[in-house]
């Protein structure tokens, strides 16, 4: 079977199947770059360019065709259907020729019988347009894949060519069984009913079955003469006059009886469910699902809007190991990149000793000289501790680092810094996830040196006195 | 052609500036945390159309020693003319070192030519000691612009505004969390306005950008259309062996496939919102699905979701129901009838069909055992026979697509998904609600749609979407 329509749906639709896990970011991109390519060499972009370029990419190798194996399924069928068919036409024939020499071969039984092969030609023709599949269950369980929605509703047409494809073999070799009987033996036909009816309707009948042919081969048209002279009886045998040559000149009739009313209808509605399957293919081509979203991946533009890099997992270590520590009791206190301004709360301010600003607007030479004034002021107090007043919400930034070291170096062994992150409201706390970052701060420029403290909530002044003393 | 834009997201550590890239870009893997130095290197996010770059943008780490910086460059430089050079030289001079890491990463896409995108948190007072940092970006000379984001609840976005101003060509404001779409793309749009060479690509990108949101829209609509299908027409089936028959009560066996039915529906509506947030670019609301704040009490089978999704009966009668549900009812109960008639063995009608009338209950699905066949039974639970369920899936789908539409990529919080309190529905226009419901029916019943009715659905969800939306919008 070398249908391209076919095979490009079935072919289409797996690729379809096998495009269902995939990403459809992924899908957009491969789809959308085929159309961009396609419009660069100015052609159209369409399914079956589409499979060629899918086919393309995958190389040599890839596999038989996804359609190769419905389609060997189906010629399968459809030869199993012609041999039987075949056979059963031979078999037909040979019973309808079956003569001892003591009856007629009935015309009318042949006549019969002929209708009977042309409305079951008809019936399947007329079950594939309506889509009936009573040997449903059979496919069901002969067929190797599991029935995609594609293949059952291709089914009924290729069922109808499968069945059509049959009975074409079933009255060929019912043809040629019949002309070669005719060659090797005698055959006596006559004709015979039980219904009262003269040589004359019945001529009339067969004329009218003749009509086709009567023109071209007039020896194929039984004339009146012969029909009155073939009827038979069977409760009469014995008693015929007839010439026994007569009984033979019916076979032209025969024989283009067959080929034209059982033959050639099987031949046309062979060939008809053949259009039928390519007509139905490119119907369900057009209006798959996935034609529809592929069209659509192939119109619209592919928009990535920066996705690529994924670092949700390189998240920073938050483990803090560090705790608060109480406020020291000390007197020099710095305020590091203007916190504290406008104004430090009293427990920061009151009865210290040294008071001086750091790290923002100050410049570095200005550091500098604070972290002298400090050393001075340390070497003078039998004070270890310093208060550092930091904008509890800013993070701590290198410029505090590089401060920090700086002042290790410059101040006396021994001394220590208390951190004291303030909040943005001075009368609350600051939040914990603030405080921590200042803790993880401590902890990495060493803790030995650094610890972090916070003013206690609307507490009373710890050290009034020691300011007053001042 | 001119190269395409990049905008350089500058500014003092932890002040959002991953958060407004991770917005912008739509890309929520961008590690956010309040935690200084979370960004430890520069990382570009270019915006491309069918693989053609029309914007870059670059996240950086903040500044860590501004004052430091600009004193060498103070040191170094003799007039204003050479600024942006001494800049471009301290960086050269300070690759590798440890101490500059953090200003190296960030300067050098500014001396590559990218535009300035300096962030602040405008929920912090403002404080002068930024001036160094805001000096230095000066002196590269490219063209600016100061985005407030907000980040906790305190406003003092007006002493920023005031501020930054004289250090700015623009100054913004933008929630990178709860910023609408809109203003999205009205950033971007003064994204372009800082250079005229930038404005076209910044129209374009603006564009395409709108164009995706209503396509996804659609799209949106297409995934609930199919979930709803799905989940409407299940049922769920068992066969059974005649020793498995004989072994298992009926109530048993009808337990199990209610169980099992249930559990179907419930992971079909998780793969649809797995799906719509896919669709929307979100791809880690999933992964923290265990800490998803699901209502217990607010599952799809509950009370709660019936009061709160399901439509009122009046607006059932309006959706050319009304009739069509008592003859459904007493269908039901015929066709239960027949089947009995012929000898099938019902194991329990679960539920009344008309109590829905009268009850508060959702019209549980039937139960039914087939009859003997080749040795085996076949038991089946479903399709649901109320088409409320479908009502209560619809809303919570479509309350789900609407968090997940307007959720920010910087977003980094539970999805919560509370329930609506009002019937939105009711605004739905006739047509699309006779679609909906017809829809429901056809699915309950398990026949097929064809395309035209398939494709007339999803533009009845679309509505419904549009409607829920506007509800939204007026409700608060």
Known sequence: MTDHSLRLLLDFDACAQRDNGQAPAFLHRRDRKFALTCEQQGVAPSPKRWMAHMNHLSGPGAGADPSAQILGFWNRINNGFMVVGAVLGLLAMLGLLFYDGGQRINVTVILAFVAFQLLLALLTTAQ????????????????KTPESAVSVKLQPVLMAQAAQRGGLCFALAGLVTLLVMVVLQDLAFGWSTTLETDAKSYHRLISTIAAPWAWLWPA?????????ATRFFRAGAGEDATNPARWGQWWPFIAMLWATWALLPRFVLCV?????????????????????????????????????????ADQPDTDTHLSLKPLPDTRIVLCWAGAGDPELPDTLSAGKSLIAKAGGRMTLAEDRQTLKQVASHLT??????????????????GELEDFLTSAREAWPKGTQVALVPLASHIEKEPDTHQVQQWLRFAQRAGPEFITVSLIPAHEALPDMDAGALE | MSTAPTFAVVGHPNKGKSSVVATLSQNDAIAIALEPGTTRARQAYPLSVDGKTLYTLVDTPGFQRPRRVLEWLEAHSVSASDHSETVRAFVLQHQGDGRFTDECE?????IEGAGIIYVVDG???YSAEHEAEMTILRWTGQPSLALINSIGSDDHSATWQ????QFFQVVRNFDAVRAPFEQHLSLLRAFGQLEPDWEQALDQATHHLSAQRQRRKTLAAGIVANALKDMMSFQEKRTLTLDQVAGTSDNTLAEQLRQSWYQHQRQREQTLRVEIEHLYQHQRVRRQEAELEWHSDHDLFSEGSREHWAVSKRYLATAGFGAGAVSGAGLDAITLGTSLGTGALVGGLIGAAGSYFYGDKLTL???????LRDGLKTATFGPVQDSQFGYVVLGRAVDHWWHISHRNHAGRELLDLEPADQHWLERLDKKSRQTIQRTLDKCRKQQPLDENQRHNFHLAIEQCMTGYEDWRLNRT
Do not use: C
């Not at chain 1, 053949?274 to 369900?284: E, H, S």
């Not at chain 1, 003078?380 to 930034?397: A, D, F, K, M, Y």
């Open chain 1, 128 to 143: 594939s347009l309506v889509g009936w599949q009573p040997w449903r269950p059979l496919l069901r369980r002969f067929g």
């Open chain 1, 220 to 228: 194929a048209a039984p004339e009146f003469t012969l029909v009155e």
């Open chain 1, 272 to 312: 008809l469910a053949g259009f039928a399957i390519r007509r139905k293919a490119r119907y369900l081509l057009a209006s798959h699902p996935a034609k529809r979203a592929l069209m659509y991946r192939m119109e619209t533009p592919a928009l990535d809007t920066g996705t690529d890099h994924n670092d949700a």
């Open chain 1, 380 to 397: 003078q107090t039998p004070t270890t501790s310093i208060l550092l007043v930091t904008r509890g919400w800013e993070p701590p930034t």
């Open chain 2, 106 to 110: 960030l300067l050098t896409p500014l």
């Open chain 2, 123 to 125: 929920s912090v007072p």
């Open chain 2, 162 to 165: 005031a501020a930054l101003g």
């Open chain 2, 365 to 371: 699905p039937v139960l039914n055992i087939g009859l």
